[in-house]
């Protein structure tokens, strides 16, 4: 009987060891996600891919882009607020184009930035020539709080990004700060060109 | 070299009839392995899957999107011509009011993916690949917009043309799939997958 008891017991010690290092395993989304170097803004990032520095963020409650003939594009609302990211980027090795940049809010949702044409993650850009210009995210009013720039090569999240290079930059976005740029974002803001450096 | 011969002692016991102590306890395991698989899956009653049916105007919310159809028109002239060139044909246009629930960008082209649509008289079935026209938010008056972002309602038009032979439409029936955002068979990368069980039946008349 006493041997009984005592291989239960151990059985039951065994399962719990086991149910614990699933429990400390990480997913798979985890295990895969991009290396990412963080940064604050005005500071440059660097990783094997690109070069990264953010300069300044507007809100506005329209855009409308400014082209390289210097001709006004069409204004576009939205139902939230438009973060414009101003940045510098540079391609290290190859050619580089951000097609993977989000804004990942302090609840941990990701806004892709928009598809509006002109702007710095539409451009590709060539190894040791920076660029300079807008990156455009539309989200709701009361999320800019917190916000952090996340910025990978690839649009999707299909795999194509697993263990490459990320940024992450802290937008300097505290509570009070984030509350008076919302209060007083202009309704309509002209947004320049990419400029290359 | 022979194998030597286990002490009789224990050659009995391994050998001899199981024990009373040991039936019961396996009995009790099998039973209460059933009970906490079967329980939290709603216990040992029947299973009938049961689709919600929705009417115009009636909301819905998923893992992925919430919407609520508001109007569906059958119309002889392309209501969203690209580039300024109308195409011939007969459409069948579907306003919705959407807002993504989930944590990722979404876009019309997603949503679309998810609706198949049947029309009455004819019973046919609109090819949510081949009859599709166009997909967009209604925005600012143009087309080229179609992301949906986190928290933002927007109002979404899907364009489908309706194939030659098929008599104009007068009621649609639309199943809404639903998404979810988990890890696949093969890999346990998460990804969006679709639900079994459709998200709810949308029995609606077509506007002219």
Redesign the interface.
């Known amino acids: 009987m006493k041997r009984?008891i005592v291989s239960v017991l151990t059985g039951v010690v065994l399962l719990a060891g086991i149910l614990g290092v699933r429990r400390a395993d990480p997913?798979?989304?985890r295990k895969?996600e991009p290396i990412a170097t963080s940064g604050v803004m005005g500071q440059q990032v660097n990783t094997t891919t690109f070069q990264l520095r953010v300069d300044r963020v507007e809100l506005a409650g329209s855009v409308r882009i400014l082209d390289s003939y210097g001709l006004l594009g069409?204004?576009?609302?939205?139902?939230?607020i438009w973060v414009v990211v101003w940045a510098t980027v540079a391609a290290t090795t190859e050619e580089f184009q951000m097609q993977g940049a989000r804004l990942r809010t302090t609840?941990?949702?990701?806004?892709?930035t928009?598809?509006v044409q002109g702007t710095l993650d539409k451009t590709a850009l060539q190894p040791g020539i920076p660029a300079y210009g807008p990156i455009l995210f539309?989200?709701?009013r009361d999320?800019l709080a917190g916000a952090v720039l996340r910025v990978t090569r690839h649009g999707t999240?299909?795999?194509l990004d697993?263990l490459g290079p990320a940024v992450d930059v802290d937008l300097g976005l505290s509570g009070s700060y984030a509350k008076s740029l919302v209060q007083r974002t202009p309704a309509l803001l002209t947004v320049d060109q990419v400029r290359e450096l | 070299m022979t194998t030597p011969d286990p002490p009789p002692g224990r050659t009995e016991s391994l050998r001899g009839p199981i024990r009373p102590w040991i039936l019961l306890t396996a009995i009790l395991f099998a039973l209460a392995t059933v009970l906490a698989l079967a329980w939290p899956a709603g216990g040992l009653r029947e299973f009938t899957p049961e689709t919600p049916h929705r009417r115009l105007g009636e909301p819905i919310t998923g893992h992925r999107l919430a919407m609520k159809p508001y109007k569906v028109s059958f119309l002889a002239k392309d209501p969203a011509p690209s580039l300024g060139d109308a195409k011939p044909g007969r459409f069948l246009a579907i306003e919705l009011e959407v807002t993504n629930v989930s944590h990722q960008t979404a876009t019309v082209s997603d949503l679309a993916l998810n609706l198949r649509l049947t029309v009455s008289p004819s019973g046919a079935t609109i090819d949510r690949f081949r009859d599709k026209v166009a997909g967009f938010v209604i925005r600012d008056g143009r087309f080229d917009r179609d992301q949906l972002q986190p928290g933002l309602t927007e109002r979404v038009m899907i364009v489908y043309t309706v194939p030659v032979p098929l008599p104009d439409p007068t009621h649609l029936t639309m199943t809404v799939i639903d998404k979810e955002y988990v890890g696949g068979f093969q890999s346990d990368l998460s990804e969006w997958y679709d639900v079994d069980d459709p998200l709810a039946i949308y029995d609606l008349d077509v506007g002219r």
């Open positions: 009984a997913d798979g989304d895969y069409t204004t576009k609302t939205t139902a939230g609840d941990g949702v990701e806004y892709l928009s598809t539309e989200i709701p999320k999240k299909g795999g697993h």
